[in-house]
């Protein structure tokens, strides 16, 4: 079946760059997306990318995508401390899964002053 | 995007009681999902709701435990039926206004004791 990978945790200095990591097995994912979960909040939809796409920039966030590894990066430049949160990579498979979301187990970013 | 609203944010209930949670949707859509995430757990998808029939429900959900509604494209309820505090998690409702982008509610935190 499908599945999502993400390392659980990243610890970065505020200022520099965070990579969130994620790796999926599913290769007839349509779109696939980043959330942004704070402590006690729902989940907040950062950015996603179209399954033909290699990056997408959205002002700090940038999204790389490598089809062929299945392999999906998140890059947040500049990193602040309301950056800290967890972030999870989530595919959308396609007809034949009836378009549902698949999540990885979420990476917890500390963002250290 | 759409404003997505649930009710009850949060609840406290008893082993062996219901309790049914409300989602709306400020706009028509189509597709409209409920998630649940156990503690720091990811997101697994409990069923999809739709529109004038029975909702489908995903491996190892079933409609007696959870018997969802939707009567109509804004709004749906889920029920956790005679819960155990095994069921305590936060319950998402999710709804899709294009085929690339999904959204969230802010969640409902439930305890049972």
């Known amino acids: 079946g499908e599945d999502v990978e993400q390392s659980l945790f990243l610890s970065v200095r505020e200022g520099d760059s965070s990579v969130i990591n994620c790796t999926y097995t599913?290769?007839?994912?349509?779109?696939l997306y980043w959330y942004k979960q704070e402590p006690g909040a729902g989940l907040q939809l950062l950015t996603y990318i179209f399954s033909n796409m290699d990056m997408k920039q959205d002002q700090r966030l940038t999204v790389l995508l490598n089809k062929k590894d299945k392999h999906l990066s998140l890059r947040i430049a500049d990193t602040q401390t309301g950056d800290s949160a967890i972030y999870f990579c989530?595919?959308?498979?396609?007809?034949?899964?009836?378009?549902?979301?698949?999540f990885g187990s979420g990476t917890r970013l500390l963002v250290r002053p | 995007s759409a404003v997505i609203s649930q009710k009850p944010s949060r609840d406290i209930c008893q082993r062996g009681t219901s309790l049914t949670i409300q989602c709306q949707v400020d706009s028509q859509v189509t597709m409209m999902f409920w998630y649940r995430q156990q503690p720091g757990q990811s997101l697994t998808l409990i069923a999809t709701?739709?529109?004038?029939?029975?909702?489908?429900?995903e491996s190892g959900f079933v409609i007696d435990k959870f018997p969802i509604s939707r009567p109509n494209l804004t709004f749906s309820t889920l029920t956790v039926s005679n819960m155990s505090p095994e069921d305590s998690s936060i319950y998402l409702c999710s709804f899709g206004l294009a085929e690339n982008e999904q959204f969230f509610g802010p969640g409902t935190r439930l305890t049972v004791l």
């Open positions: 989530a595919e959308k498979g396609g007809v034949d899964s009836s378009y549902k979301l698949i």
């Open positions: 709701a739709n529109q004038g029939s029975e909702a489908t429900y």
């Open positions: 599913d290769s007839s994912s349509t779109y």
